[in-house]
């Protein structure tokens, strides 16, 4: 039997009116938005208002290994509710990321380059939701760090990042905007669920998705609505 991706349905919780109203907004992508509470940064996928109580989400089997999630994304999302294929598809690839660091992590691979997803779960109206560690610094803190890069984050973690790519799990989205110093002076990869040659890009271009988002989310009202 294929290992699967267990995902609880947290019915105790609505992830707008338990927390969102309470976070400041802080970014907005092609798939996910990302609030802040303390030192806690909350995911939840862009059009999230099309999902409810009764949506796929809560009951669908989740793949745990990178070949079983173009399936997910063709027989599953895409069927169900085909806009929701890109935000979906990243927050479960970022989840199943985060899984397989964590095996590495038992082998004796050193993760602490990553932000630690602290949790993951469906909330009662069917929104999947990454609750991480929040990635931030001060000016103080990085003036005399090397500039941001794929490329120094490549060299700092090529040991895990090769172990990763082992488990089909290969990474190509590592640049400036998906990694920060944190307070310690870190640099960790904040954002790790969007990589070229998965399902998602199979199923429609990031050029498309992104112009479809834009069209659907498209007021900075609507962005700032929890700031």
Request: contains cysteine; charged residues 30%.
């Amino acid at each position: 039997m294929k290992k699967e991706l267990k995902i609880r349905v947290r019915e105790d919780l609505c992830i707008e009116t338990d927390i969102l109203k309470n976070a400041r907004f802080v970014d907005c992508g092609a798939s996910k938005s990302t609030f802040v509470i303390g030192e806690t940064c909350y995911k939840i996928p862009i059009g999230y208002e099309l999902l409810d109580s009764n949506s796929f989400t809560k009951i669908c089997k989740y793949p745990y290994e990178c070949d079983d999630f173009d399936f997910f994304i063709h027989n599953v999302v895409a069927e169900e509710c085909p806009e929701l294929v890109w935000s979906i598809g990243q927050i479960i690839f970022e989840i199943m990321v985060w899984e397989h660091l964590k095996e590495l992590e038992q082998l004796g691979y050193d993760i602490s380059g990553f932000a630690e997803i602290k949790d993951y779960y469906i909330d009662k109206n069917g929104i999947p939701v990454i609750e991480q560690e929040f990635i931030h610094s001060t000016p103080e803190i990085t003036k005399d760090k090397p500039y941001v890069s794929g490329a120094l984050f490549n060299k700092q973690n090529r040991r895990t990042l090769a172990a990763l790519e082992d488990m089909d799990f290969c990474l190509t989205d590592l640049r400036d905007g998906n990694m920060a110093y944190n307070m310690e002076g870190k640099l960790k990869c904040f954002d790790f669920g969007i990589s070229n040659g998965n399902a998602i890009y199979n199923y429609d271009s990031y050029e498309e998705w992104n112009s479809y988002h834009n069209s659907y989310y498209n007021s900075d009202e609507d962005k700032m609505e929890y700031e």
